[in-house]
């Protein structure tokens, strides 16, 4: 049997970053940075205000203050957006949040620094203001180029994008950039016995689950699902889907890899590819089907196709997925890392492993005097998709761990 992390080193071999594409600002939500970015301008571009009051020269007002305050005309106003007149001495701009500040001031006083509201309730004349509070240079202004300066490496290469990088590109006046393209992911499910969602059952027939989950998943970490509906349990018909996955970037089955099923799909990835059907050391999932496909013999595919058969039963698919296929469709988002994020919790229920494999427990975590507890979410067979619903995590239990009693530390893997 194959430990998991050499299953996962055979799986992330077989697949590279994929190629950069320029793209609208709007559609680059979590695709990662395929460039550097680099800073053609000063963010802000010019000194401007931080507060709404008066722009003066602080050295005008260094003295006021309450009992013996400065009194300045005031010669205009200046909003964001316009271009502000110059300031001549001994005098005040009136001057709003992110608007220039006009040559010749160096500082800031808020209208709460001022008699502005008293002059505003009483009527009194607003040419002339106030000021209460001694003034220094640079108060309440904000520096060209304080965020961002021009020339600066702003982003790296390798950085998913979130809602602040896609805002910092735009304060560059950004509105695409390039990032690696998004893997399309086709998702096949076979099974003689399976009826997509919305008919009615025949007799011996179950819905199929694996193309909703699967689909789900891909989408949920940036992929884009191609979904080639279902196969049925002979050669011609898992061929004949397998043909529509020939522009996909990885093709992900499902079932037909425990043994009594995998002659066929041998069969047919026989003159594909060189498939290798794997028992890797962990549970749920342990039949793993992984090759790589080249197209039919004598024709041929332009490209070659990654292919991770999962197991059949839905909870052993999604726990695959998160494990094998997770990490390399993040791989070929141009993801530097892979690993889910993991906590360490107190286990409320023991984990009972019976035959050397790593267990993946569903599990819920609750937090409870400061502490996170794992409770495990009902029945733990693998065809049992309701505990996995209600899991928000997976806690592991190692190959040479017999059993994890209550009360034990347990790593949480969050399936978020
Ligand atoms: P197999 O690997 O074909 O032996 O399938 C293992 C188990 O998974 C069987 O109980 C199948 O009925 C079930 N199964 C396979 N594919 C699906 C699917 N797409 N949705 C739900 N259950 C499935
Ligand atoms: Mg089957």
């Not at 205000?49 to 005031?74: C, F, H, I, N, Q």
């Not at 701009?93 to 220039?100: E, K, V």
């Not at 390039?178 to 099974?191: C, E, F, N, Y």
């Not at 619903?389 to 009693?405: F, R």
């Amino acid at each position: 049997m194959l430990r998991v992390e050499e299953a996962l080193e055979q799986v992330l071999a077989a697949v590279s970053p994929l190629e950069a594409e320029e793209k609208p600002l709007l559609t680059a939500l979590g695709q990662v940075l395929a460039e550097d970015v680099v800073s053609r301008l000063d963010v802000p571009p010019w000194d401007n205000s931080a507060m709404d009051g008066y722009a003066v020269r602080a050295e005008d007002a260094s003295s006021a203050t309450l009992k013996r305050p400065v009194t300045l005309p005031v010669a205009g106003e200046v909003a964001a957006g316009q271009r502000p007149p110059a300031l001549s001495p001994h005098t005040a701009l009136r001057i709003m949040t992110g608007a220039p500040l006009p040559p010749g001031a160096d500082a800031v006083v808020r209208f709460e620094d001022t008699d502005e509201e008293e002059r505003r309730a009483t009527k009194k004349d607003l040419g002339q203001i106030s000021i209460h509070v001694p003034v220094v240079p640079s108060r309440n202004v904000r520096r060209a180029g304080e965020d961002l300066r021009q020339g600066e490496r702003v982003l790296t290469r390798g950085t998913p994008l979130g809602a602040a990088h896609l805002g910092v590109l735009a304060s560059l006046g950004r509105d695409t950039v390039r990032v690696h393209r998004r893997p399309v992911v086709a998702v096949l499910a076979t099974g003689d016995e399976l009826t997509p969602p919305g008919g009615e059952l025949e007799p011996g027939h179950i819905y199929d689950i694996n193309t909703y989950t699967t689909a789900a998943l891909v989408r949920g970490i940036g992929g884009i699902p191609k979904v080639l509906g279902i196969a049925r349990d002979t050669v011609d018909s898992v061929a004949e889907k397998m043909e529509q996955a020939r522009d996909a970037d990885l093709l992900l089955t499902s079932a037909g890899v425990s043994k009594g099923y995998y002659d066929l799909v041998k069969e047919v990835l026989a003159s594909y590819g060189d498939l290798r059907l794997w028992e890797v050391r962990m549970r749920p999932g342990k039949p793993v089907a992984f090759g790589i496909i080249r197209g039919r013999k004598g024709s041929p595919w332009r490209r070659h196709v990654p292919h991770l058969g999962l197991p059949g039963n839905p909870v052993s698919s999604m726990v695959v997925f998160h494990i094998l296929a997770r990490p390399a469709i993040l791989k070929m988002m141009g993801h530097a890392s892979w690993e889910s994020r993991a906590v360490e919790a107190i286990l409320e229920e023991p984990i009972v492993n019976d035959d050397g494999r790593r267990v993946y427990a569903r599990a819920v975590l609750t937090e409870r005097e400061g502490e996170t507890h794992a409770r495990l979410t009902g029945a733990q067979g693998s065809n049992i998709l309701s505990s996995m619903a209600k899991a928000t995590g997976l806690a592991i239990c190692p190959e040479d761990v017999p059993v994890m009693p209550v009360g034990a530390k347990v790593r949480v893997e969050l399936l978020d």
